[in-house]
């Protein structure tokens, strides 16, 4: 895989740097077809959400997106001490046959649904020296994301709104001071909203863009699906790419102003 199309986390390649959820879709079938369409290889699961085999007589998530095929991603979704999300990520250890990649949301506000710092830090410890590679939803606050990266979380995943706001990118600076001083995988998770959302992700410089609301709650979600995984790529060229410096009352014609008719 070349750097364009290679995000690694926890030592792994993956052709994908869209990663999406799979709650709120009507169906299972309208999950797979999405989730599908985006491409993605990377599927996080709220555990306490979504029956992944801890009721035998419901239908099973993993039959639609089936482990064979996608990195699944247990979160703690619905989790708003560290205790809970602990104890929820043990149980999606033993679901998941010794699975070790691992989403930490430890909520504050069961309105704005923000993440509690201070819990999630006290999450993060344990389950890494639990032996778990931890991705943890945080607020976009550089001290405390390079805190997290200190106790030995494999990816930080601060949120560009709040979740399921549709928002977008609230706050690029703080964005980007993350990013230019992570040493892991920065991913912006929560608040996209549309493709342009995911694209300006990309071209700050994030690794990845998870999502879920702006899939699930589109009109037509298989088709915003593939938008989304067009908007990362495009994102991802452009930051490589490197953008035109912006200037201010300087134009600077595009077409040659020598050799032309009549001069």
Same mark, same amino acid.
């Given at each position: 895989m070349d750097q364009l199309n290679s995000l690694v986390i926890a030592g792994k390649s993956y052709g994908s740097r869209l990663l999406v959820g799979t709650g709120k879709y009507k169906d299972f079938a309208e999950t797979k077809d =999405?989730?599908?369409?985006s491409g993605a290889e990377i599927v996080t699961v709220a555990i306490r959400r979504m029956n992944i085999g801890q009721d035998p007589s419901?239908?099973?998530l993993l039959d639609a997106i089936p482990p064979s095929k996608y990195t699944i991603l247990p979160n703690t979704a619905g989790c708003y001490t560290a205790d809970d999300a602990v104890r929820t990520l043990r149980l999606a250890r033993e679901l998941l046959d010794g699975h070790a990649l691992v989403k930490l949301e430890v909520l504050g506000d069961p309105t704005n649904l923000f993440p509690n710092m201070p &819990?999630? #830090?006290?999450? =993060?410890e344990t389950l890494v020296? &639990?032996?778990f590679q931890v991705m943890v939803y945080c607020a976009d606050d550089p001290i405390q994301c390079k805190m997290l990266e200190e106790i030995g979380c /494999?990816? /930080?995943?601060?949120?560009?709104s709040l979740i399921g706001s549709g928002m977008g990118i609230v706050n690029p600076w703080n964005l980007r001071l993350i990013i230019d001083n992570a040493k892991v995988p920065v991913l912006v998770d929560a608040g996209v909203g549309t493709a342009s959302d995911?694209?300006?992700?990309? &071209? #700050?410089?994030?690794?990845? /863009? #998870?999502?879920?609301?702006?899939?699930?709650?589109a009109k037509n979600p298989v088709l915003m699906a593939s938008a989304m995984k067009k908007a990362v790529e495009a994102g991802r060229e452009a930051f490589l790419a490197g953008r035109m410096p912006r200037k201010l009352y300087s134009a600077d014609p595009s077409s040659p102003t020598t050799g032309l008719i009549g001069s």
């Open positions: =999405a989730i599908g369409a419901q239908p099973n &819990e999630t #830090l006290k999450a =993060a020296k &639990e032996g /494999v990816a /930080v995943m601060p949120l560009a995911a694209a300006i992700a990309m &071209e #700050l410089g994030c690794d990845g /863009v #998870l999502m879920n609301t702006a899939i699930a709650h």
